[in-house]
């Protein structure tokens, strides 16, 4: 199959803003031959972030004939923005685990976020990758009282299931704090320079990498799924999608909220204030804070002001992070604002294997909460562990058909509440406008305009790009997301870009453009 040599200076995100992961020269081997339809591969794995990529090179080194399909670039969704620490502890935290599910699950998890951590270790020394990998004390601190006792229960539960942390004098940043706890052999490294690495690597094995390759439908039968894309077929045994929600309705769409995290990335004017580890507050949402050096530049990177996708200003999230860094720190210069998302499960642990009710030899992998790097890592061991027949530890524990009607059960309800409310409320809201000359440049709205509900966007010279607004995954109304140029479905946390091309699913079709005077 013949192969071509791809060099980026920048990649790709599914994003307006840019995170420093995206800068640089990055060169891949993509194929560029057709796919005839005909081959039946062992396995399609569908998306290219770390999940995708850590499954399809473990398949491909086990002799599984493996193709990947990412409808744009690798790491054009959420493994482009993250803030890449490496933890082994979660935002489920040890002390929950224990409680909502066992002291032995606990001990579980621990054991997974030590074995993602060797495998993301491994896997670059094996492979020559140069990521970056750097490792660092985590340190987790309480401002308040309430978050000291919170914090006390944290480090109980975590020494208990094995892993070492401590009391420590320092939290590591200029954030005053009540109490301090250290996480050792902690870890951070760049995304981007790791998953070209990994494609790399699995393009050498053999494996065949398709970027640019939307798959648009999928079918089953006689133990071939058939995958469609728009100008591919792909036929294999085993289907992976490692593309956060799977596609389509189902039970992810209520188990899981998607939510948009923001970091900024900043240069100080006092060299000794970069930290040398990664630390995190008590807050709901939290921040955390680490240091990157990008092309001989040191930054700091703050990351925090969480929310559901599509219900809060993100404009606003950016200007609340910035000036809680000004508060603490002497900054020279704003050098990366971004935002990435993610999705919380409703029992706070991620769900990773067989997909529930779907068909035979169908996985998937989803609800990762903010340790995407970790559980995407764990998840490319599981899914081909599963596939190749291997039994796997934390398969029970991660069962995606697990239920846990106790832990998360009042999110869950919340959650499901908050969406139908949504769905519901924006159905029968919009502007009524009489001109289109009235809207602001550079933004978007949803308007009610001769009659009909639309999505505008005016771009800076007065073009004006009109879409139906209705979400093609499950019909919610979409709203604008002036931080990112996008539109973004307050549902289940589908995007679109401005001319109504899929950015992020669950969706797979594109919304309608509609033609206005
Ligand atoms: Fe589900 Fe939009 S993402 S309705």
């Known amino acids: 199959m013949e192969k071509i040599n791809t060099t980026r200076q920048q990649t790709l995100r599914d994003s307006e803003t840019l995170s420093p992961w995206q800068k640089g020269s990055f060169t891949l081997n993509a194929t560029t031959d057709k796919i005839t339809g005909e081959t039946v591969y062992d396995a399609l794995v569908v998306g290219g972030g770390i999940t995708g990529l850590t499954t399809a090179l473990l398949l491909q080194k086990q002799g599984k004939q493996t193709i990947l399909a990412e409808a744009r670039t690798i790491g054009f969704g959420t493994t482009g923005g993250t803030s890449a620490h490496l933890n082994t502890f979660f935002d489920a935290t040890y002390a929950d685990v224990e409680s909502d599910f066992s002291e032995a699950d606990a001990k579980l998890l621990a054991n997974c976020g030590k074995e993602a951590f060797s495998m993301i270790r491994d896997l670059s020394q094996d492979h020559n990758i140069a990521c970056d990998l750097e490792i660092k004390d985590g340190y987790l601190y309480a401002e308040t009282d309430e978050e000291v006792k919170i914090l006390d229960d944290i480090l109980t539960a975590s020494q208990k299931a094995g892993i070492e942390v401590f009391e420590a004098d320092d939290n590591g940043v200029k954030v005053p704090f009540k109490k301090s706890i250290v996480f050792k052999k902690q870890g951070q490294f760049h995304p981007l320079k790791y998953i070209y690495g990994l494609a790399k690597a699995f393009i050498e094995a053999g494996g065949v990498l398709l970027e640019d390759t939307f798959i648009r439908e999928t079918s089953f039968a006689d133990g071939v799924h058939l995958a469609k894309g728009d100008s591919v077929t792909i036929k294999a ?3 992976v999608y490692a593309t956060h929600l799977p596609p389509g309705i189902n039970v992810f769409d209520f ?13 100080l004017k006092n060299e000794a204030d970069y930290p040398d580890c990664l630390s ?7 921040h955390y804070f680490r240091g990157h050096t990008v092309d001989g530049q040191k930054y700091l990177l ?17 200007d609340t992070l910035e000036k809680y860094i000004r508060n603490y720190y002497d900054v020279d210069e704003v050098a990366f604002k971004w935002s990435s998302q993610y999705y919380v499960p409703t029992d706070q642990l991620p769900f990773i294997g067989q997909m529930p009710m779907g068909d035979d030899n169908l996985y998937m992998a989803t ?6 790097m970790m559980f995407g890592t764990i998840a ?24 846990k009607p106790v832990a998360g059960f009042m999110d869950f309800v919340k959650e499901n509440a908050d969406v139908a409310y949504r769905f519901v409320a924006d159905r029968i809201s919009a502007e009524s406008i009489n001109s289109l000359k009235d809207l602001e440049s550079d933004t978007g709205t949803i308007v009610k305009y001769e009659g009909e509900k639309l999505a505008v966007y005016k771009d800076a010279d007065g073009k004006i790009t009109a879409l139906n607004p209705t979400c093609t995954h499950a019909g919610c109304i979409v709203c604008f997301n002036h ?8 549902c289940h946390g589908g995007r679109f870009d401005i001319d109504g091309k899929v950015l992020t699913g669950p969706p797979r079709m594109d919304l309608q453009k509609v033609d206005i005077e």
């Open 237 to 239: 045994k085993n289907l």
């Open 255 to 267: 188990n899981c909220a998607p939510y948009r995290s923001y970091v900024i990335g900043v240069k």
């Open 280 to 286: 995190y507050d008590s807050k709901e949402p939290y």
């Open 302 to 318: 703050v990351g925090g002001e969480d929310h559901k996708t599509g219900h809060e200003d993100p404009d606003a999230a950016f």
């Open 367 to 372: 609800g990762y909460n903010g340790n995407g």
């Open 380 to 403: 490319g061991k599981m899914i081909s562990d599963a596939i190749l027949g291997k039994e796997n530890e934390y398969a029970d524990l991660f069962n995606p058909s697990r239920i």
């Open 483 to 490: 931080a990112e140029k996008s539109w973004d479905c307050p």
